[in-house]
Protein backbone atom coordinates (compact mmCIF):
# COMPACT_ATOMS: atom_id res chain seq x y z
CA UNK A 1 0.00 0.00 0.00
CA UNK A 2 3.16 2.46 0.78
CA UNK A 3 4.61 1.66 -2.53
CA UNK A 4 1.09 2.76 -4.31
CA UNK A 5 1.34 5.97 -2.25
CA UNK A 6 4.58 7.04 -3.36
CA UNK A 7 4.30 5.92 -6.96
CA UNK A 8 1.27 8.10 -7.20
CA UNK A 9 2.60 10.83 -5.51
CA UNK A 10 5.65 10.16 -7.93
CA UNK A 11 3.29 10.89 -10.84
CA UNK A 12 1.45 13.60 -9.65
CA UNK A 13 4.88 15.38 -8.92
CA UNK A 14 5.95 14.53 -12.49
CA UNK A 15 3.21 15.61 -14.03
CA UNK A 16 3.06 19.49 -12.10
CA UNK A 17 6.82 19.30 -13.27
CA UNK A 18 6.07 18.67 -16.78
CA UNK A 19 3.38 21.29 -16.86
CA UNK A 20 5.22 23.89 -14.99
CA UNK A 21 8.09 23.48 -17.81
CA UNK A 22 5.25 23.48 -20.44
CA UNK A 23 3.87 26.78 -19.16
CA UNK A 24 7.78 27.96 -18.91
CA UNK A 25 8.56 26.94 -22.45
CA UNK A 26 5.15 28.47 -24.11
CA UNK A 27 5.38 31.40 -22.13
CA UNK A 28 9.71 31.95 -23.05
CA UNK A 29 8.43 31.46 -26.85
CA UNK A 30 5.47 34.42 -26.59
CA UNK A 31 8.14 36.89 -24.73
CA UNK A 32 10.62 36.64 -27.26
CA UNK A 33 8.21 37.28 -30.34
CA UNK A 34 6.69 39.74 -28.41
CA UNK A 35 9.97 41.46 -27.79
CA UNK A 36 10.78 41.12 -31.58
CA UNK A 37 7.40 42.79 -32.84
CA UNK A 38 7.90 45.54 -29.90
CA UNK A 39 11.49 46.32 -30.62
CA UNK A 40 10.79 46.48 -34.54
CA UNK A 41 7.85 48.95 -34.42
CA UNK A 42 9.40 50.90 -31.62
CA UNK A 43 10.06 54.65 -31.90
CA UNK A 44 13.76 54.92 -31.83
CA UNK A 45 14.72 57.53 -29.60
CA UNK A 46 18.50 59.66 -28.39
CA UNK A 47 19.24 57.85 -25.43
CA UNK A 48 21.52 60.31 -24.13
CA UNK A 49 20.67 60.59 -20.29
CA UNK A 50 20.49 57.01 -18.42
CA UNK A 51 17.71 57.71 -16.11
CA UNK A 52 15.56 57.73 -19.74
CA UNK A 53 17.04 54.70 -20.69
CA UNK A 54 16.05 52.86 -17.57
CA UNK A 55 12.63 54.43 -17.44
CA UNK A 56 12.57 53.27 -21.59
CA UNK A 57 13.35 49.53 -20.71
CA UNK A 58 11.21 48.66 -17.68
CA UNK A 59 8.05 50.47 -19.51
CA UNK A 60 9.47 47.72 -22.61
CA UNK A 61 9.86 45.01 -20.71
CA UNK A 62 6.70 45.78 -18.66
CA UNK A 63 4.83 46.27 -22.60
CA UNK A 64 6.31 43.11 -23.38
CA UNK A 65 5.09 40.71 -20.83
CA UNK A 66 1.76 42.36 -21.44
CA UNK A 67 2.07 41.57 -24.79
CA UNK A 68 3.03 37.83 -23.95
CA UNK A 69 0.23 37.30 -21.98
CA UNK A 70 -2.08 38.89 -24.88
CA UNK A 71 -0.82 36.41 -27.57
CA UNK A 72 -1.50 33.73 -24.73
CA UNK A 73 -4.99 34.70 -24.47
CA UNK A 74 -5.13 34.56 -27.94
CA UNK A 75 -3.74 31.95 -28.68
CA UNK A 76 -5.27 29.45 -25.64
CA UNK A 77 -9.03 28.74 -27.29
CA UNK A 78 -7.57 27.40 -30.56
CA UNK A 79 -4.48 25.56 -28.87
CA UNK A 80 -7.21 23.53 -25.97
CA UNK A 81 -9.36 23.25 -29.21
CA UNK A 82 -6.72 21.11 -31.36
CA UNK A 83 -5.37 19.34 -28.27
CA UNK A 84 -8.82 18.35 -27.35
CA UNK A 85 -9.04 16.72 -31.41
CA UNK A 86 -5.54 15.14 -30.89
CA UNK A 87 -6.64 13.63 -27.70
CA UNK A 88 -9.97 12.04 -28.87
CA UNK A 89 -7.98 11.12 -32.42
CA UNK A 90 -5.08 9.61 -30.60
CA UNK A 91 -6.26 8.53 -26.78
CA UNK A 92 -3.49 5.86 -26.30
CA UNK A 93 -0.55 7.56 -27.78
CA UNK A 94 2.13 7.82 -25.13
CA UNK A 95 3.67 11.12 -26.83
CA UNK A 96 0.63 12.94 -26.80
CA UNK A 97 -0.06 12.11 -22.82
CA UNK A 98 1.49 15.74 -21.82
CA UNK A 99 -1.54 16.58 -23.45
CA UNK A 100 -3.73 16.57 -20.79
CA UNK A 101 -6.78 18.39 -19.40
CA UNK A 102 -4.74 19.66 -16.41
CA UNK A 103 -2.49 21.31 -18.62
CA UNK A 104 -5.14 23.60 -20.43
CA UNK A 105 -6.72 24.00 -16.90
CA UNK A 106 -3.33 25.24 -16.19
CA UNK A 107 -2.57 27.49 -18.70
CA UNK A 108 -6.09 28.86 -18.21
CA UNK A 109 -5.69 29.82 -14.79
CA UNK A 110 -2.36 31.46 -15.44
CA UNK A 111 -3.93 33.53 -18.16
CA UNK A 112 -6.65 35.00 -16.23
CA UNK A 113 -4.40 35.45 -13.72
CA UNK A 114 -1.57 37.67 -15.55
CA UNK A 115 -4.38 38.85 -17.67
CA UNK A 116 -5.53 40.66 -14.44
CA UNK A 117 -2.22 41.51 -13.35
CA UNK A 118 -0.88 42.94 -16.84
CA UNK A 119 -4.34 44.71 -16.69
CA UNK A 120 -4.95 46.21 -13.46
CA UNK A 121 -1.34 46.58 -12.67
CA UNK A 122 1.46 46.25 -14.80
CA UNK A 123 0.36 48.62 -17.60
CA UNK A 124 -1.00 51.93 -15.39
CA UNK A 125 2.57 51.88 -14.10
CA UNK A 126 4.22 51.54 -17.15
CA UNK A 127 2.18 54.43 -18.14
CA UNK A 128 2.57 56.40 -15.46
CA UNK A 129 6.11 56.18 -14.91
CA UNK A 130 7.09 56.68 -18.49
CA UNK A 131 5.03 59.65 -18.09
CA UNK A 132 6.46 60.99 -14.98
CA UNK A 133 9.82 61.29 -17.00
CA UNK A 134 8.14 63.95 -18.74
CA UNK A 135 9.07 64.12 -22.52
CA UNK A 136 12.81 62.70 -23.97
CA UNK A 137 15.54 65.63 -23.79
CA UNK A 138 13.77 67.98 -21.53
CA UNK A 139 15.73 69.20 -18.79
CA UNK A 140 14.95 67.80 -15.33
CA UNK A 141 13.54 69.82 -12.23
CA UNK A 142 15.99 69.54 -9.62
Known amino acids: MEEDDVTIREQNFHSQVREYIICFLIFAVLYIVSYCIITRY ?12 VVNRISLYLC ?15 FSIISNEILLS ?18 WNLVSLFSNLC ?23 T
Do not use: C
Open 42 to 53: RKKSDDHEDEDA
Open 64 to 78: TFTLAVSGGAVFLLP
Open 119 to 141: LFILMPFAYFFLESEGFAGSKKV
Open 90 to 107: FPKNYYIQWLNGSLIHGL
